[in-house]
């Protein structure tokens, strides 16, 4: 079933959506060769607790920490430890938070220090194909038109998006109804209403869209690897689904 949010209770996601913003903000300004993911995530949980919200992700399918931390090949769910952030890597850094009873989700990919020219395409390409998805994020259109425009866009360039792991509606829970994939044709899937939220997240690889699981020893939760250990970037915010078409919750304006 999918939850259809109020006015008061969209006011209570635009408040965890920015306490996201924020903290990805923090984080992109110390990202750099030299730091650990670890105090990438303390960093970020001392700020969110800071605002008198929780880490969403902490505890979530016993998940260790407040934030995923994925490099390079890594698509989603990397655990933050003590490796050191090198030259070159990207890093994909998917944080949530949850603030009065309702849930922000976001993600970004940042290069760490000087990165290849084809990588920041990657990079660049995930970002765009989130804005071509959400034009579609429309009263009256459906999950698919978002999907297909996502899709077709990244393809152009010679990418491909990960079929295994989608988006997904968001609010009190973390993961609500519906999904929203990153593929498939449009017209399909569930009518978007007035009040919808949802999590919009392309996970775009440089290679193949196949992934595979790697177990990391401490959660539940699985890091996420491409098959054939090329790049993969991520882009993810939360939106609401409004008259005048959607708002991004998780964005800094």
């Not at 993911?37 to 607790?49: C, G, N, S, V």
């Not at 491909?160 to 993961?175: A, C, L, T």
Request: net charge negative.
């Amino acid at each position: 079933m999918i939850y259809i949010k109020s006015d008061n209770e969209i006011e209570n996601m635009r408040k965890s959506g920015r306490i996201v913003a924020e903290t990805l903000a923090k984080l992109e300004e110390v990202i750099k060769p030299g730091i650990t993911t670890k105090e990438l995530d303390r960093i970020a949980e001392e700020y969110i607790i800071s605002c008198g919200a929780r880490p969403s992700f902490k505890g979530y399918y016993g998940f260790p920490a407040t934030l995923c931390t994925s490099i390079n090949e890594e698509v989603v769910h990397g655990i933050p430890k003590d490796r050191v952030l090198q030259e070159g890597d990207i890093i994909s850094v998917d944080c949530g938070a949850y603030y009065n009873g309702f849930h922000g989700d976001a993600a970004r990919t940042f290069p760490v220090g000087k990165i290849s020219s084809e990588v920041q395409k990657l990079i660049d390409v995930t970002r765009e194909s989130f804005f071509e998805g959400i034009k579609y994020a429309i009263v009256g259109n459906r999950i698919g038109d978002i999907s297909n425009a996502i899709q077709t866009y990244v393809e152009s360039f010679g990418f491909s998006v990960v079929r295994d792991y989608v988006g997904h509606g968001i609010g009190k829970k973390m993961h609500e109804e519906p999904p929203v994939p990153n593929y498939g044709k449009s017209g399909r899937g569930p009518k978007l209403l007035k009040g919808m939220t949802l999590a919009i997240e392309p996970m775009v690889n440089m290679g193949t869209f196949a992934v595979k699981e790697r177990f990391d020893g401490c959660s539940e939760i699985m890091t996420v690897i491409t098959y054939d250990g090329k790049p993969s970037a991520h882009y993810e915010n939360t939106i609401v689904i409004l008259d005048n078409g959607p708002e991004i919750l998780t964005i800094l304006k």
